[in-house]
């Protein structure tokens, strides 16, 4: 299972990235590498294959999971989205323009998230709201 819970949040993580920058390598992922090591007992087999499915599929398990990826990678913390963490992991892989844009989208995202009730809300929100947020960029263009 170790490979299919890192191929599915990588995965999530590095499409909102790429398709929101155009990148061919995403910078998350050797920086949550680790992390995701770290929270795979968080999910089952079965949620791994749920969300490998469909990304936006949602139980309280991947919610924990997300959750623990994002707390361990040091980029959430008591329900509260650091952006400044996420900036830093981007920063030698975006244009400084880009990066406006992308801080942009997170700002607005970290307000909507940060609303969630406990970790597992905030790290869906989020995710969600940066995927919603870099489809409709790539539509309107």
């Known amino acids: 299972m170790k490979n299919t819970t890192s191929f599915i949040f990588i995965g999530i993580l590095c ?10 390598e995403c910078p998350m992922k050797e920086a949550l590498a680790e ?6 007992d968080k999910i089952s087999e079965d949620s791994a294959k749920l969300l490998k499915a469909d990304e936006t599929a949602d139980n309280e398990e991947i919610r924990a ?4 990826v ?3 990678g040091g ?7 650091k952006i400044d963490k996420i900036q830093e ?4 892989h975006v244009e400084e323009e880009e990066m406006e844009n992308v801080m ?3 700002k607005i995202c970290q307000g909507e998230a940060e609303i ?3 970790d597992g809300e905030v790290a869906t929100l989020f995710i969600n709201c940066f995927k919603k947020a870099t489809a409709d960029s790539n539509a309107a263009k």
């Open 15 to 24: 499409s909102v990235f790429l398709a929101s920058n155009g990148e061919k």
């Open 35 to 40: 992390s995701i090591e770290a929270c795979k």
């Open 65 to 68: 999971f997300k959750a623990c």
């Open 70 to 72: 994002m707390i361990h």
């Open 75 to 81: 980029i959430l913390e008591d329900q509260k989205i």
């Open 89 to 92: 992991m981007l920063k030698n």
């Open 104 to 106: 942009t989208v997170m």
């Open 116 to 118: 969630g009730a406990d």
